[in-house]
C-alpha cells in the first residue's frame, strides 16, 4: 500500500488503519456539541434556546421567509419550525402571513421585539464566537468554510 492511500486509509472508518482522531467527522461532531453546549448555557440567560436563536438569526439575515426557507437553513424538519415558529409568535417575536403569491405558503417576518431579543442574544454570544476562533486568520476561517461547504455539497442527495 502506497504511503498516501495509507495515510487516506486513517480517515475512512472501514479501514483497518482507522483512528476517531484522524476523522474529519469526529470533530466536526465534537466541535459541534461543544458549540451547542456553550450556546445552550449563554441563551437560557435571556431566556432563548439555540432553535429560537437560528429562525430570529436567518430572518434577521434572510427578511422575510417562508417557514420552509427557514427549515431548509436551520437544517430541521419543516413540521418542528413550524412548531417553533408559531411558540415564536405567540412570544411576540415573529408575525405570520399567507404568501401572497401562493396561499399554502406562510411567510415569517421578524417583529419589532424579535430584533430587540438579537440585540440581547448578541450579547450574550458574542464573546463565544470571538473565542471560537481566536488563533485563526480570516483566510483560514474562509478556507475552513469553504472545505465544510465543499463537504456539504458531496453530502447533499446522497
Known amino acids: 500500500m502506497s504511503p498516501t492511500r495509507k495515510r487516506q486509509s486513517r480517515y475512512d472508518p472501514a479501514s483497518e488503519d482507522f483512528r476517531k482522531e484522524d476523522f474529519p467527522f469526529y470533530w466536526l461532531a465534537r466541535v459541534h456539541g461543544q458549540y ?9 440567560k435571556v431566556d432563548l434556546d439555540v432553535p429560537r436563536w437560528r429562525v430570529l438569526w436567518i430572518l434577521n439575515e ?3 421567509s417562508s417557514i420552509s426557507e427557514i427549515s431548509t437553513h436551520a437544517i430541521a424538519k419543516l413540521s418542528t419550525i413550524t412548531k417553533i415558529v408559531y411558540r415564536m409568535k405567540d412570544d411576540g417575536l415573529v408575525s405570520t402571513a399567507t404568501s401572497t403569491e401562493d396561499a399554502r405558503v406562510t411567510q415569517v417576518s421578524i417583529t419589532p421585539l424579535g430584533l430587540e431579543t438579537i440585540e440581547r442574544m448578541q450579547g450574550v454570544t458574542h464573546g463565544l464566537f470571538q473565542r471560537s476562533f481566536t488563533g485563526l486568520t480570516e483566510a483560514q476561517i474562509q478556507r475552513l468554510n469553504g472545505m465544510l461547504e465543499t463537504v456539504f455539497h458531496n453530502l447533499e442527495n446522497l
Not at 451547542?36 to 437560557?44: A, I, P, T, V
Open 62 to 64: 434572510n427578511g422575510q
Open 36 to 44: 451547542m453546549h456553550n450556546m445552550e448555557r449563554l441563551l437560557k
